[in-house]
């Protein structure tokens, strides 16, 4: 939806981009019913999962096993 995609672009531009962030790209946002602080969630979650995924790599940290094994072993037929 129109709404979902304009959120994704925005989280899209703060993780690849934050440095052009404008009040233009704020703007686009307010017609799909987003306020101040949904636009402040948005960025703060894009950025700290840029963050926190950057020092697990960084440090070479794994997850728990059975985080880490989803999607890497076929599921049990039922």
Known sequence: PPRQRAMLEFAMKVCE???EVDERDFEALRPHGFSD?????????TAF??????????TGMRPNDE???MGRVPKAKA
């Open 37 to 45: 602080d949904d636009i402040w969630d948005i960025a703060a979650i």
């Open 67 to 69: 985080f880490f094994l």
């Open 49 to 58: 999962f840029g963050l926190s995924n950057r020092m697990a790599n960084v």
């Open 17 to 19: 981009r934050s440095h």
